[in-house]
């Protein structure tokens, strides 16, 4: 069973970057696709992106699509969130998760392992 620890999140003015990190221990990392949810304070968790196993493949939420970018590197076991031209309205606690499968999904029910959360706070 994998462990998933995020880090990276943070307090940012609105147009800045962050990057986020997610370390994987425990587990079979490169052989299931990863995802990063987010959820902002009285809504629910929602899908931000997923990338495949080998990284050919990534989804994003059309909210983020431009803005976002995410990659994965297995020889370190590390999946990262580049996000850049960040608004107010991303502010939320963002998860790492890990997919049942190799193939990237949007579900929440398509993923079984996940991390504490980091938060990512954008002022105005």
């Known amino acids: 069973q994998v462990q998933l620890v995020e880090s990276g999140g943070g307090l940012v003015q609105a147009g800045g970057s962050l990057r986020l990190s997610c370390a994987a221990s425990g587990g079979t990392f490169s052989i299931r696709a990863m995802g990063w949810f987010r959820q902002a304070p009285e809504k629910e968790r929602e899908f931000v992106a997923a990338i495949d196993r080998n990284g050919g493949t990534t989804n994003y939420a059309a909210s983020v699509k431009g803005r976002f970018i995410l990659s994965r590197d297995n020889t370190k076991n590390t999946v990262f969130l580049q996000m850049n031209s960040l608004k107010p309205e991303d502010t939320a606690v963002y998860y790492c998760?890990?997919?049942?499968?190799?193939?990237?999904?949007?579900?929440?029910?398509?993923?079984?392992?996940w991390g504490q959360g980091t938060q990512v706070t954008v002022s105005s």
């Open positions: 998760a890990q997919a049942r499968s190799v193939w990237t999904t949007p579900s929440i029910s398509g993923y079984d392992q």
